[in-house]
């Protein structure tokens, strides 16, 4: 994290135990969300969207070869689906979930 801080980024809030929320320099909203977790680690990198519904968009993905099925997480919902060599990862922040309201 320490290179983020160096670049201006503020910690927003630690949402649980493997989890850390920042924004960018002047920001007021969350730009970045990283996470330190084992499962996480081996999978391969990829893109994270941010979608309207992690559940609807996770039941149309029946061309996926892997997944990770939807949790949820302390900004709402939260899936991943392997797609040949690709990886890619949803969430959407639900409403009532805790830190929701930093999020844009």
């Known amino acids: 994290m ?3 801080r ?3 980024f503020r910690v927003c809030g630690w949402p649980d135990g493997e989890t850390v929320v920042l924004s960018a320099p002047g920001s007021p909203c969350v730009d970045l969300m990283l996470e330190d977790n084992p499962f996480e680690a ?3 990198p990829g893109p994270v969207f941010r979608v309207a519904s992690v ?8 061309d996926a ?4 099925t939807p949790s949820t997480i302390p900004v709402g919902r939260y899936a991943a689906v392997r797609m040949g060599s690709r990886l890619l990862r949803m969430f959407d922040t639900n409403v009532g979930a805790p830190m929701t309201t930093l999020f844009r």
């Open 2 to 4: 320490g290179p983020y």
């Open 6 to 8: 160096a670049q201006g």
């Open 42 to 44: 081996a999978w391969p």
């Open 55 to 62: 559940d609807e968009w996770h039941r149309a993905r029946v």
């Open 65 to 68: 070869d892997g997944t990770l």
